[in-house]
């Protein structure tokens, strides 16, 4: 079951690979570069502002510390097919899934050194705490984080006290309480919590792993954790794997309806109505402008803003290019007495609307943050109107010419 483990995390992990190459390339590396670049700078000057006893501090140590615990899932690389074929070796799964929970711990933990590095500055200059002090609460998290995933493996199983699996207890309630105490009383008293949890935990493997696997449930699981990731990297690249699936958004019907049912306006009720439903397609484009525009609420400055707004309108103008061709596989689109001239027109329309609200919503985060600056808020008006100009008007026609020279 080991070696099983072995080849399924070394196909997973050139799969991984695959993708992050085409996430990681040398546009997206630069535009990262800058971004931490200015994040870092951005939170050293903040550090300079902020003093001893602010009353939120305490507070956002725990959220952020809260936050860093859910990162990082059990990871079982179980498919949906084991259930019938490693059925009969039911007894033997356990040290497959073991295998998966060092894999899964090693990154898990390795995920949290890394906030914890990042947030230490904040709590050495907000909080009354010497070097013992940050590294018992390093202890701390990683017992937490230990205790997240012990429950997570005992959710692979049909328990008879469920409270062992219980998320809410695991990755709410307890961690709460234990960083509370690390923060509020005493940083010793809260790891004392956290071994107890541990323990407790720990010993409790004993009785869940002799009973019988929950096979719906891990597979569950484990399908919707490499669905997270995939979206990750849907952000960036088409993901084959990705199913995509369709919902009703009544709210928009009020934009969709000022449609025109002319035959000119077919590709552009196709695509308002295809991107507005397709899960995958609107969540992207949510997701993208959430964090672009958290990116500039945070951020202040002259010329990162400008930069940062422009990024993320090509981003999400980009992502949106694959959905031109949507339609191209059913038949009956092709019977329609419509030149493709039309269907770039309605693309191209579709598009000026998605990339405007979207340049809407950054005017305004930078505009609230840097309204003093008049560079700034002048730039990202003006940069932002030219960019959407040129990306849709020139650029994509002829990126969509190659596309379907390709095709």
């Known amino acids: 079951m ?7 995390l070394t196909s997973h992990l050139k799969e991984m690979m695959r993708y992050l190459r085409l996430v990681f390339n040398d546009y997206f590396v630069l535009a ?8 870092g700078y951005y939170y050293s000057h903040a ?8 009353w ?17 899932r059990f990871a079982t690389l179980i498919q949906a097919p084991d259930y019938v074929f490693l059925l009969p070796r039911e007894s033997d799964i356990y040290n497959y899934l073991k295998s998966g929970y060092k894999y899964s711990l090693s990154i898990a933990l390795a995920i949290q050194v890394l906030l914890w590095i990042i947030l230490m500055p904040f709590i050495q200059v907000t909080m009354h705490v010497t070097a013992t002090d940050l590294y018992v609460l390093l202890a701390t998290v990683l017992l937490m984080k230990t205790v997240w995933l012990n429950a997570d493996f005992a959710r692979k199983y049909h328990l008879q006290n469920r409270w062992l699996s219980n998320r809410l207890i695991f990755r709410l309630v307890v961690p709460i309480i234990t960083f509370a105490l690390c923060v509020y009383v005493n940083y010793w008293l809260g790891l004392a919590l956290a071994v107890i949890a541990l323990i407790v935990s720990y010993f409790s493997r004993q009785k869940w792993a002799a009973r019988s696997l929950d096979w719906t449930k891990m597979i569950a699981d484990e399908n919707s954790r490499m669905h997270t990731v995939y979206q990750f990297f849907n952000l960036f690249t088409d993901v084959p794997t990705l199913q995509g699936s369709v919902k009703r958004r009544r709210y928009v019907d009020g934009i969709l309806n000022r449609i025109k049912l002319v035959p000119k306006n077919t590709y552009l009720y196709l695509y308002g109505h295809g991107i507005v439903r397709d899960n995958e397609m609107s969540g992207l484009y949510v997701r993208l402008l959430v964090i672009g525009t958290l990116f500039l609420v945070f951020i202040k400055g002259e010329m990162l803003p400008i930069l940062l707004s422009l990024l993320f309108v090509y ?12 339609f191209s596989d059913n ?9 493709n001239q039309y269907q770039l027109m309605s693309f191209q329309k579709v598009l000026l609307y998605l990339l405007s609200t979207v340049g809407v919503v950054f005017a305004i985060a930078v505009v609230a943050v840097n309204y003093s600056n008049l560079v700034t808020v002048f730039g990202v008006i003006i940069g932002e109107a030219v960019e959407i100009w040129a990306f849709i008007y020139l650029y994509l026609p002829k990126r969509l010419a190659r596309s379907e020279r390709v095709r």
């Open 2 to 8: 080991k070696q099983l483990f072995r080849q399924r």
């Open 32 to 39: 990262l570069l800058f971004v931490i670049g200015g994040l």
């Open 47 to 54: 550090l300079k502002q902020l003093h001893t006893g602010i």
């Open 56 to 72: 939120w501090a305490p507070i956002l140590i725990i959220g952020v510390l809260l936050v860093s615990v859910q990162l990082g």
């Open 315 to 326: 981003l999400i103008g980009f992502q949106m290019i694959p959905f031109y061709f949507h």
């Open 331 to 339: 038949a009956f689109v092709h019977v329609y007495p419509i030149t």
